[in-house]
Structure formats: C-alpha cells, structure tokens
C-alpha cells in the first residue's frame, strides 16, 4: 500500500465535517487511453486524502458472475462496501440506465445511491454525458472532462460539452491533457466560444499515467472536484445541493477493493 501524503490541506481537512457520501463525476467520451489514467490518478489522491473510493464504472455492464450497481440496488448479492480508504471499482451500466429511467426523477435517484454507498465515501460516476446530465443536471456539480492529442478527441469532447451546457446546465472542469499544449484545448475553446457562447478555461496537467503517484497538480485536482461535490445522503426532494465524482485492464490488477 503506499503512504499517506501529507500536505497543507491534509489538517483542514481533517477539521471539515463529513456527513454523508460525496457524488463527484466525469465523462466517458471515448478518450479512454488519458481518461482511464487520469480516473486512476484521482482515485489514488482522494485515498491518500484518508476517503473510501466507489467508482460507478457505467462503461461495462453488470452480470451474473460480476454484479454491480445494478444488484445493489435490488438488494440481491448485496456488496458490501468498506469505508476504509481504498477504492471499489463497480460495474455499473445497467444500474446507471435504471437510475435515469426512475419516474420520481433524479433526486430519489440520488437518494438511492446515497442509502447504499458508504457514509463519508466518494463516489465517482464515470459515465456518458446523456447519463451524467439525466441525473446531476441542474446541480451546482463540475464534471470532469478531459481532453488530450487524440484525433477524436475534439469531436467527443465538445459533443459532451455542449450536452453538459445545453441540457444540464453543468459547467464542467476540463482538463487539458494533450501532449500538444494548445492544439485540442485552444480548438475545443474556439468552438465552445462560436457556437454554443461558453468560454472554456482548461486545466492544465501532465498526462496522467498508472504507475506514478499523484502529484501537487493532481492533489489539487482532487481537492477542486471535492469542493464541488453533491451530497448523496442529504438531498432534498426539491434540490440538489452542492459540497463547498469496460475500464482499463490494470484495475483489474488491483481487483475490486484496494490498493
């Protein structure tokens, strides 16, 4: 297991109350080979931020021999999850769909995820942006969406984007992963900028990769995404309230659990 990593959020952190799951998301939008090592970043610095880690994988299906969300949810091979810090990779795909179909609308989705995930956990939904917008839309929420050198890159990323913007009024934190530092991130803006009237801001980091640990710009990462989390555990029936989250074979190397 690797160490803690101490910094000068860690005691400000430890003073924050915690009072429920934290929902934070990010978009699949086909860019898996920076999206996959960046998810795997995130998840180790919110670990060594001393928080369990349920990643919500809605890009591979539950099944009889792997359950997932899915099970969970229908209460039949039930999983129990740890509040320990590690992370928790669960299929999620059928449950995901399942949420978004709910006729009492997405807050009792929420609701529903917040009964059956640990208290004072992290949950990452990584999932696409029609998904993401069906149930966090309108929240105060800032999905991660990151972009990189890769030929579609720009095409996915600013479908998503416009998803985000036009049908939940979600402004998201883009990352800007490409090896090219302007080319993909300078385009996606001028897009953004031409046709939907949004000024994109890119973050800028270092590719990402699945064997380094994260860095002061990836702890910080982290932190943002927190700030802007949704507390599953306390939704209200009228609002969403903000906080101020198939993979890749190497997870499977960690199994379902930890680090």
Not at 113 to 133: F, H, K
Not at 216 to 240: D, F, G, I, K, P
Request: proline share 5%.
């Amino acid at each position: 297991m690797l160490d803690s990593t101490v910094h000068q959020a860690t005691g400000l952190m430890a003073m924050a109350p915690r009072s429920g799951a934290r929902l934070i998301a990010m978009v699949s939008h086909g860019d898996e080979r920076v999206e996959l090592p960046l998810l795997w970043q995130l998840c180790m610095a919110l670990s060594e931020f001393g928080y369990a880690v349920t990643v919500l994988d809605a890009t591979a299906c539950e099944t009889d021999t792997n359950p997932g969300l899915e099970q969970m949810l229908n209460a039949s091979n039930w999983r129990t999850l740890s509040d320990e810090p590690f992370w928790t990779v669960i299929p999620s795909a059928l449950g995901i769909q399942t949420l978004c179909s709910d006729a009492l609308g997405h807050e009792t989705s929420l609701r529903k995820l917040g009964q059956i995930m640990p208290r004072d956990s992290v949950v990452i939904l990584y999932c696409n942006a029609v998904w993401l917008t069906t149930l966090i839309g309108h929240s105060r929420a800032a999905p991660l969406l990151a972009v990189s050198s890769m030929k579609t890159s720009l095409m996915t990323s600013y479908l998503a984007l416009k998803r985000l913007l036009k049908k939940g009024n979600l402004e998201p934190s883009v990352v800007n992963l490409a090896e090219d530092e302007r080319a993909v991130a300078a385009s996606l803006g001028e897009c953004a900028r031409n046709f939907l009237g949004y000024d994109v801001k890119p973050i800028r980091i270092a590719t990402p990769s699945f064997d380094n640990r994260p860095n002061a710009e990836m702890q910080s990462l982290a932190l943002r995404m927190l700030e802007n989390a949704l507390l599953l555990t306390h939704v209200e029936a009228s609002n969403v309230h903000a906080v101020h989250s198939p993979l890749h074979p190497a997870w499977g190397s960690q199994g379902i659990g930890s680090h």
